[in-house]
């Protein structure tokens, strides 16, 4: 019993990664609406530096994680490397494969809700899974920690930083845009991993 509820866990997880990573790639990334947290930095990284998210991805959590692991757990850190692995492999593929979405460049407003859906039900079914799709929640962890923020508040804190910096290539109506994602991921990632909690409670 106890295998088969860790391997449905690690199968969520992977699900998870896949639709985050195809929403990234082929709506984010193609129509340069981005996200806030870890996730808006590698999409930063990737026009200012050329570093595909598949990698810096990886190397953002991993510096994340390691200031956040003693406020992780050590049953939380392999489902949290599981996700960020999935993730990689999966941004690669779709890279691979290519964009398979019509570019909503010229809808943006379009492109920021069909984003947010993705990063939100992606995020949210590996935050259910106990997992972590990106070093946001360690970040956030050791802000609140460090700084005496409420959990919200340091998200919020990291989501606005890296939109600020994005303003170094984005227009302000884009950032407005990401906004709007941010705002629909959030809601979602919180629906669904309130409907797992209802869920082990029953």
């Known amino acids: 019993m106890r295998i088969r509820q860790e391997a449905a ?3 969520m997880l992977a699900l998870g990664a896949a639709i985050l990573a195809f929403g990234l790639y082929n709506v984010h990334s193609q129509s340069h609406i981005t996200e806030g947290g870890v996730l808006g930095m590698t999409l930063l990284m990737e026009h200012w530096l050329g570093v595909s998210p598949a990698v ?3 190397v953002l ?7 956040g692991l003693r406020y992780l757990g050590k049953a939380f850190l392999p489902h949290a490397l599981a996700a960020t ?9 779709n890279e691979r494969i290519g964009p398979l979405l ?3 460049g010229g809808m943006p407003l379009a492109a920021a809700v069909a984003g947010g859906m993705f990063v939100g039900v992606g995020v949210g079914l590996v935050v259910r899974a106990g997992g972590a799709a990106g070093g946001d929640d360690a970040l956030a962890l050791v802000l609140s920690k460090k700084l005496g923020w409420k959990l919200p508040a340091a998200y919020l804190a990291t989501d606005l930083t890296v939109l600020l910096l994005s303003l170094s290539y984005l227009p302000p109506v884009k950032i407005a845009c990401s906004l709007v994602t941010v705002t629909i ?4 990632i919180g629906r669904l991993e309130g409907s797992g909690k209802r869920k082990e409670t029953c």
């Open 61 to 67: 959590d991993g510096i994340c994680y390691a200031l």
């Open 56 to 58: 810096s991805e990886v």
């Open 102 to 104: 019509p570019n909503l």
């Open 9 to 11: 866990r690690y199968a």
């Open 185 to 188: 991921s959030s809601f979602l």
């Open 85 to 93: 692995g999935c993730f990689a492999l999966f941004y690669a593929l």
